[in-house]
Each structure stands twice: as structure tokens, then as C-alpha cells.
């Protein structure tokens, strides 16, 4: 059974529909990357799936549960949005780190909050620390734990951002284009931590316009144009191989550059 | 210059009871009107069209007319056109009154700056929170708010200052504040008339304490600069 399973979402905003049915199902451990134009709706799919966009089709099964349908209005509810989203997790493209809290302090908010209105996972404060040490190693950040945002570099805050997200133990762990507001140099350090985390079998949809990257890491790929799915597989094979018209144009672009 | 000695311990005996009075009423002034002008903030940027129009017009009536008038139509609205008196006639009634009045007055300036300031907080920050399971309410709280002080310490500075002079214009429904204190010299009062200068010489107790107060909002300035 597949751990994430997409069916028809489409989303309008006033008169452009920016997805027209988009349809794609992950397996646990399985890294996707989606690769596509600017406007091409890979943003806005990503949103959907967080839940900061509602789709206006289409649903959403994560493990089994359908966590949105739009033809089930019992799925729609507000109250229960938050609960579903923490099956995912979110890197933005500008990091968002919150700028008055040290790295680690980013890094805790969330589930110190959580762990107050007694969600059990994170209730025990000694594990929850260590476990944001560990991160923090993971990411090559330990010595900058008590730096704030504006102290760290690009790539470094983008590198808390992503600790910050795994601290929630997400499902899928969705990326939107991490390394599209990075200089080249900083580039690298951000991605060497999301290979690490393909290595580790972590469940991921990564929004890139790295194609080397988007090659290598991903187990799946998916090129989106305008609003539709053009062209989904095996990454060596849509790189390599690219069945449609439009997905050559697009790769061809960039082998250019 | 021997009557200028003799008065000066008078004088200032009566300013200092008049600036007290003028020092209340600036500080619940203050008191009332940060937490009402959020209040009032939250309704301006509400989704619900009706509560946003009505804080919109709130804020048009109060923003739009003198602040003297305001504190006229507080003081003497319910009892000359109510015919129920509510403030009494004292001191403390006409005390209550102005400190009503300016807090309406104060809150929707304030209002204003707050809505500014939290609409300047980038929307990703909000997201972020979303995203991590964080309530709104937890949002607003441990992520917007002291983002949106830091933003908002400048023109709230502006605002408190003025409001320091401000308290003056309660003179109007005889609150006995410092510059009414000044002014009964002129009258007559504690044994002096027609002297002019203890009115004068109130613009030394708005402009120390003023002072004071910029000292006390750079340093507060300084202390958000921690984060950027």
C-alpha cells in the first residue's frame, strides 16, 4: 500500500486553473522529485498537500486515510486540518525560520507546544532535546545550535529548517525548491543533507530546479506543464529518455546551460 | 525676584499635584489601550466582512474628529441627554471620563499601527507555524506578536509621546491636571493671581518627563535588536 496517494486535485485561483488534475501515489522510503517550469503548479501542489491551499477536487489518502476529499465534506473540517497536516512536513524556499529564536529554540517550538497540550509523542523533554541534538549533528549544525537566524548563512538556516521538520516525524517530508533562494556554494551543503536523508529511506516529494539533483536522489520523477502531469517514471528513463515532446524542450534547456 | 522665590515652592507644591493627576491618566491611558487597540486590530483584519466594515467606521468617527470633542460628548452625553449622570460631578467622575475617552481615542490610533505591523510580518512566518501543527492562536503568540512589536516600537513611541501632551486637552471637563493647576494662577489660587508663569513653566514637566520616556522606548529599541 502506498503511502501517499493523490487523486485528481485540481485548485483554480480566480480564472487560472494552475492544477488540472494532478494524479501520483508514493511508497514508503521513496523519494519523488518534481521538476517543471515556473507557473507549471508544482508550488500550488505542494501547498495542497500541506493543507495551506484547499484543492477544489480531488483527494488526499495518506497510510489508508483519507485525509481530504472534496466530495466528502466530513473530511473538510478545520478542526481536524491541523491533526492531518503533521502527516507532512514543509521546507520553504525562504526558510521561514521564525527570527527570534536561536536555531535550536526553531527547532523545539513546534513540538513544546504540542508536548503542553499533551500530544504524547513529544511529552518526554529529555528525549525531545536529545533528539534535536542528534539533528543538529545530522546537519553539520551542532556548533551554531544557539546562533540566530540572521547569524546563519543561507544553506545553514535552510539545514535548521529541515531539522525543524523532521523533529515533527512527518510522513512525507515535502520540499519547495530548497535551494532556489541559495547561492551555488551554499547550494551543495543543503542538498548533501537531503541525499542523506534518501539514504535513510525518508519519504519525500522534492520541488527542484536542480536536475542533477532531481536525477540522482529521486526514485520517481514527475515533470509538471501547465497544471498536468506530463510525464512521470523512473528518473533514468524520463532524463534520458523523455517520452514527451514538451519534457525534451524543458530538459533540453537545461542540459544548454 | 524675592516674589518669584516666595511663589516657586508654592507653585510647584500645586503643579506636582496637578502632574500627578496628569501622570494617571497617561498611564491608564496606556493600560487600557494596548490590549483594546489589538482588539480592535484583530477586527480590521477579520474575514468576516461585518466586523472589519464596523471597526473600519469605529475607527473613521474616532480618527476623524478632535479628541476635545470626544471627551465633551463622554463626560456630559449621558447626563444632558440622558438625564443619567453617570460620571457624578467630582473629581474621580471627571477622572473616569477622560481616562474613557482616551482610551477609545488612543486604542484606534494603536489599532492602526498594530494592524500595520502584523500585516508586515511576512505571511511565511504564519505558514511555517501552520505547517509544524501550530494553532493560530500559538501563531500569533510565540511567532507574530514580538515580531510585530519590534516593527511597531517607533510609531508607538511617536503616539506615547504625544499622548503625554495630550492628557493636557482633559483640562477641557476641569480634570485638575497640570496645565488646569498651572492656570489657577492666573485666577487666584493657594494666595497668587495674575501670575502667568507657572503656566509657562509646566512645559518643563512634560518635557523632562518626556525625556524620560524616550530613554525608556530607545532602550526598549535597543533590547529587540537581538533579532532581525
Known sequence: MPVLEVRNIRKTFGRTEVLKGI????????????????GSGKTTLLRCLNFLERPDAGSITVNGEVLLDCADASTLRESEIRRKRLH??????????FPQYTALENVLLAPRLLAKENHEQFADKERLNAEARELFADIGLSDRMNNYPHQLSGGQQQRVAIARALIMHPDILCFDEPTSALDPELTGEVLKVIRKLSEQNTTMIIVTHEMEFARDV???VIFMDG?????????REVFSHPKEERTKQFLSRYSQN | METFLHQLPIVVNALNVGFVQTLKLFAVTLLGAFPLG???AFGSLSKIRAVSMFTSFIIWIIRGTPLMIQLLIVY?????VLHNPIWGGGEQGRFL?????????YSCYFSEIYRGGILSVPVGQTEAGLVLGMTKRQIFFNVTLLQMIKRIVPPISNEIITLVKDTALARIIALQEIIWAGQAFMKGSHGISGAIWP????????LVFNGIVTVLLARLERKLDYFR
Open chain 1, 23 to 38: 494524479d501520483f501515489s508514493l511508497d514508503k522510503g521513496e523519494a519523488l522529485s518534481v521538476i517543471g517550469s515556473s
Open chain 1, 88 to 97: 507532512f512536513g514543509l521546507v520553504f524556499q525562504s526558510f521561514n525560520l
Open chain 1, 218 to 220: 529521486a526514485d520517481k
Open chain 1, 227 to 235: 497544471g498536468v502531469i506530463c510525464e512521470q517514471g523512473n528518473p
Open chain 2, 38 to 40: 489589538l482588539l480592535i
Open chain 2, 76 to 80: 456630559y452625553f449621558p447626563g444632558l
Open chain 2, 97 to 105: 471620563a477622560a481616562s474613557l475617552a482616551f482610551i477609545i481615542n
Open chain 2, 199 to 206: 503656566l509657562f513653566f509646566t512645559a518643563f514637566y512634560y
